[in-house]
């Protein structure tokens, strides 16, 4: 059993009975009578990044690879099982490694770009990416957020790398040889390497990407090793070896230096990278290493992510929640990455992947909004405001720069997914009151979003479809726009949030304009079956319809999924379907029936159906983004009781530290953000509306150290296994009777205290005056 006592300066385990009775709030005199044990607890320990690994293109555990990285990081590292630019770069059953690569792939769905790896291995020289791979075994791997070490089990070595932000040291620990090789593989689709021995040094470029890049895109490397080198080797496109060579350019070109070394050596590389120019990349090298050793740059890694995971302090004796809590806020903190970097004066600068120059400002990539405007960015605003500023200064500069908001970028803008979701994102910002961006002009780009068709770069910019939506109300069915449902349903929300910025900015007109255009959901709504459905042009519902069909009208998902996705009015969706009763039936039937599905419009069975299917929760499918906050609207309908059974009940079945850990695509920490809310005992269905629904509450008292210094703690008396409903609260001392709690009341700071309990109260939290914000109710 362990028990979590976390402080920016002090890690201090007590023993379980006084621990507990902090818990339980004993009194000072009974604490006083506990005998106190102290043992360093360092919360990164609790994190595994291999939890999700165990994935592959038709089954998602996660569809993560171990990211070994700092937070937020602008380069991560990784080893790779796969071949080069398989999405699938590390996948947990795999026996054999080929590299630890530099990484800066959000999804095997988009894939990487600007990726290189270093290899080591001993004996005859091979460097083909098949024939180098060791075998390597998980029972000799560490894998931490901050350091990565794996026997090669093939030549007798071990590898081991730290990272920083931008750089990153490697140690290699070889046998007795006369034949030692470090490899730098460029990777292909354009690269280039040259290797200077006087000054122990490779330096290149790399150009590999999926697209999303200007012209002149490069990933400028360098690496120095503290060793001479005994030979050197360049390979060239088709893996031809040239010996004895120190330079290379081609469509695929890689580097290869050679030693000779006693038993236990250890030869040290330092590695940073750069996308503004070589000498960038020596200047990150210089700052961000130095003449640090391995283990200061260890020691820097951990203490980065101790002092960002140590913002939130949670206790429990159960130590399979708390790892499960923290890998998964690990993840959270991954993306999007910072893709900026300092020059010789400090200043922040980055290298725009819209228009190919180097600019003043933030810039942050890696992301799909469609995921992460439904729990990541609330998470950012509630304990990372400072940050999101940032992120939303990028923003700005890349509206200036390519004169579009991103939805999905890596580097760039990406065509992938659909919806308008960077509006929610940026109205929740300002309505969080995050500071240091231009909201004018960043309003005014959502708007263009909703009115303007024309010069979008690719699909997902914008707003496919604009034009049918804003005559009609919604994007029809059968003019050719693929998933035509789910972005009405989208766009419909991205309106209200548009409306809401405009009405804090003071624009009252354009507020009711979008209030007005956030109803268009109404017009999907088929009162026949009480669920949404694709529309003609001519107003009539498409037919046939199966609400059990993925795809077509919907975006990985079916109507039984996307009727839920009326964020902001869930009122007015009661009021359509015909009050409480029908509303509650229609979200129990969604978990009762079997896992029927109809995957024709894909033609086979894609991985998330499949992850929907084996986990026996019904037609619900957590693995995928757009019902993950289905199961808080029963506190709209006045029976929480239910969303406090389900949200527990998919806590603990779906979550586990461990490779198989997630139930379908992570994707770039929501399904993680997911998990973190949860635990914590609410969750931002709305954002936007500044309130998060109250579910569950896992930990017996968690501490949010918030960043203006206040702390706001959580705690659920007689939490017991199965005691996950709640029999009454308290808020700063005084009852608290309602499903939701204000943004604002968090940052305050102060105490929400929950008495839990193994049945339900039936009279908690169902009074319409204290229900969650509904549009219809105009609270």
């Known amino acids: 059993m362990q028990i979590l006592r976390y402080n920016k300066s002090k890690r201090i385990k007590r023993s379980v009975r006084l621990a507990m009775a902090c818990l339980l709030m004993f009194s000072c005199s009974d604490v006083k009578k506990q005998k106190e044990v102290f043992t360093k607890v360092d919360l990164i320990d609790y994190v595994n990044p291999l939890m999700g690994t165990d994935s592959d293109f038709s089954l998602s555990n996660g569809n993560t690879y171990p990211a070994i990285a700092r937070p937020w990081g602008m380069n991560f590292w990784t080893p790779m099982t796969s071949k080069m630019g398989d999405g699938w770069t590390y996948k947990y059953r795999d026996k054999k490694i080929r590299g630890i690569k530099q990484t800066h792939q959000p999804s095997p769905w ?26 390597f075994s998980h029972k000799a791997e560490t894998v931490r957020p901050d350091y990565y070490s794996v026997y090669l089990a093939d030549y007798d070595v071990v590898a ?18 006369d034949n030692a090789y470090i490899m730098l593989d460029a990777f292909f689709k354009g690269s280039m390497v040259k290797i200077i021995p006087e000054e122990r040094k490779i330096i290149g470029y790399c150009r590999n990407n999926s697209g999303g890049v200007p012209d002149n895109f490069h990933n400028y490397f360098v690496a120095e090793f503290d060793k001479d080198f005994e030979l050197n080797h360049t390979w060239g496109d088709h893996w031809r070896l040239i010996e004895d060579s120190t330079e290379n350019k081609g469509e695929h070109v890689g580097a290869i230096i050679g030693f000779k070394t006693k038993r236990g050596e250890q030869i040290h590389v330092k590695v940073a990278s750069s996308f503004i120019s070589q000498e ?8 961000e290493i130095g003449s640090k050793t391995f283990n200061q740059v260890k020691t820097e890694a951990a203490k980065a992510w101790e002092n960002e995971l140590g913002r939130i302090e949670a206790y429990s004796l159960n130590e399979t929640q708390l790892k499960t809590f923290y890998s998964c806020l690990y993840r959270v903190l991954l993306f999007p990455r910072k893709f900026y970097e300092f020059d010789t004066n400090n200043n922040v600068v980055h290298y725009s992947p819209y228009n190919g120059n180097i600019l003043p400002g933030y810039m942050f990539t890696d992301n799909g909004f469609w995921d992460t405007f439904r729990a990541v960015f609330p998470f950012f605003n509630m304990m990372y405001p400072e940050l999101n500023g940032q992120i939303m200064e990028g923003l700005v500069n890349t509206y200036k720069e390519s004169g579009w908001l991103p939805e999905w970028a890596s580097p760039g803008h990406r065509d992938c997914m659909i919806g308008s979701n960077s509006a929610p994102i940026i109205a929740d910002a300002h309505l969080s009151g995050i500071e240091g961006f231009d909201k004018e002009l960043l309003l005014e780009a959502i708007i263009k979003n909703a009115t303007v068709a024309n010069g979008r770069p690719v699909n997902s910019v ?9 005559e009609l109300g919604y994007v029809p069915y059968d003019v050719g726009i693929n998933e035509n449902a789910a972005r009405t349903l989208e766009y419909a929300y991205a309106d209200f949030t548009i409306a809401q910025m405009a009405k804090s900015l003071g624009k009252e007109d354009v507020a009711e304009k979008y209030y007005k255009k956030s109803l268009n959901y109404k017009h999907l709504f088929d009162p026949s079956n009480n669920l949404m459905r694709g529309k003609n042009k001519d107003g009539s519902f498409q037919s046939p319809f199966n609400p059990l069909k993925w795809g077509d009208a919907f975006t990985e998902g079916n109507s039984l999924h996307y009727t839920w996705s009326v964020f902001h009015d869930v009122q007015g969706l009661i009021d359509l379907m015909g009050g409480d009763e029908k509303f509650v039936n229609a979200l129990d039937n969604v978990f009762n029936m079997p896992p029927d599905f109809d995957a024709s419009y894909y033609g ?10 084996i986990v026996n929760m019904g037609n619900y499918a957590h693995g995928n983004q757009p019902i993950q906050h289905m ?12 969303t406090q059974t389900k949200v527990r009940d998919i806590m603990n079945k779906l979550y586990l530290p461990t490779p198989d850990g997630y ?24 954002p936007a509306t500044n309130q998060y629904i109250i579910g569950s509450p896992l930990f017996d008292v968690v501490k949010l150290h918030l960043q203006n210094g206040n702390t706001f703690t959580i705690s659920a008396n007689n939490n017991q296994k199965n005691h996950h409903f709640i029999q009454n609260a308290n808020l700063n001392g005084k009852g608290f009777n309602q499903t ?24 908690w939290g169902i009074s319409t005056e204290v229900a969650p914000y509904s549009l219809s109710n105009k609270k």
């Open 110 to 135: 988009i894939n990487d770009y600007a990726a290189f790896s270093l290899m080591a291995i001993t004996g005859d020289l091979k460097f083909q990416e098949d024939e180098r791979a060791s075998y």
């Open 160 to 177: 081991e790398v730290t990272p920083t932000e931008r750089a990153a040291q490697f140690r290699f620990t070889f046998p007795e040889t």
């Open 663 to 686: 139930c379908g695509d992570e994707d770039n920490g929501q399904t993680s953000a997911w998990y973190v809310f949860s635990a914590l005992g609410f969750y931002p269905v709305a």
């Open 740 to 763: 939701w709690i204000d943004t604002q009341t968090i940052q305050n700071g102060g105490n929400l205290k929950f008495n839990m309990g193994d049945q339900p109260n039936m009279s």
């Open 604 to 613: 086979f069975t894609i991985h998330e159906i499949r992850e929907m299917q």
């Open 462 to 470: 914008g707003r496919a479809g604009i034009d049918y939506y804003n």
């Open 280 to 287: 960038q990349a020596q200047l990150n090298l210089e700052r």
């Open 631 to 642: 199961v808080y609207l029963y506190n709209y309908a006045k029976q929480p009781w239910k």
